[in-house]
C-alpha cells in the first residue's frame, strides 16, 4: 500500500541524520518479522529515539506504527502526520479505543511500537514495565519484539541540554529475538523486561561511556540519576502538575 506521507517522513529522517553526523549502528535487525503483525517494544530514553527504531523497520521494508498521547493532536502539523502515518492517539484517561486499535492493526500484520516504560527514563536504566504490550500481543496472537535504542539520549531527552546539529553522536539499535507471548500477561511482562534488560546490558558493553558524564547511567560510572532518585524527580513532577490543575478544576 502506497503510503507517501510515511515515505516523505522517513527520507527526512534520514536527511537529518546525515545532517548531525548521527552514527547509526543496527544490531540483530533479522530479528525484524518480513511480514505478519508483531509488538515492537522499545526502551524510552530520549525524545527522538523513534527516529532509529523506525529507521531499523525500513531496512526490513516494515513501517512502524506508534502509540502516540492524544493531547499531541492539538498540533496541527502532528494531528496531520498522525492521520496519515497510521499512527494511534493514546488518551492517557480513556485508552480503551486505542488499545482496540492497536489489536486489530496487529490482526491486520502492522507492526505497532509499544514504549512499555510509558515515559522517558531519567536514569536511563529500564523502569517497571506496564502490561500494554504484553496483553496486545496475547489478545492478538502476535510475537514482541524487543528493541533497544542507546545513545539517542545524548542528543534531546528529558531534563539535560539538547545537543542539536552536527554533533556525530553513535546511536546503536539493537533488535532481539522475537517473544512468544504466554496467556499469563504478568509472566509474559517478566520475560519482555529480562530479554530487554539483557539486550540493553549487551549494547552498553559495545558503547564507549565517560565517567561522570550526565547521559551515563549511573550504574556506569555516570552522573545519571539512580532508578530511584529518577523515580523521586518524577513523583515531584506528577505532583506539581497536579497542584498547577487544582485551581482550574474548581474553577
Known sequence: MAEPIYRACEILAQL?????????????????????????AINHTSYVDFIPAALAMRRRHRRL?????????????????????????????????????????????????????????????????????????????????????????????????RQLGRKKVPVTVAVGRPLRAEQDVARTNDVLRESMTVLLQEVQQHYSHPAGECWVPHRLGGGAPTLDEAAQMEAEEIAVRAARRKPHQSR
Open 16 to 40: 537529518l541524520v546525515r545532517a548531525t553526523g548521527t552514527q547509526i549502528t543496527f544490531v540483530g535487525e533479522e530479528n525484524i518479522p518480513a511480514r505478519g503483525g508483531a509488538v515492537v
Open 65 to 161: 506504527r506508534f502509540m502516540i498521547k492524544a493531547e499531541m493532536q492539538r498540533v496541527k502539523i502532528v494531528d496531520f502526520l498522525i492521520k496519515r502515518n497510521g499512527a494511534i492517539p493514546v488518551d492517557r484517561g480513556s485508552g480503551a479505543d486505542a488499545y482496540a486499535a492497536a489489536v486489530q492493526a496487529l490482526q491486520d500484520g502492522e507492526l505497532i511500537a509499544v514504549y512499555s516504560e510509558a515515559t522517558i527514563s531519567r536514569s536511563f536504566e529500564l523502569k517497571d514495565f506496564r502490561t500494554g504490550a504484553a496483553r496486545m500481543a496475547i489478545e492478538a496472537g502476535a510475537p514482541i519484539v524487543p528493541l533497544i535504542v542507546w545513545g539517542a539520549q545524548r542528543i534531546w531527552t528529558k531534563g539535560l541540554p
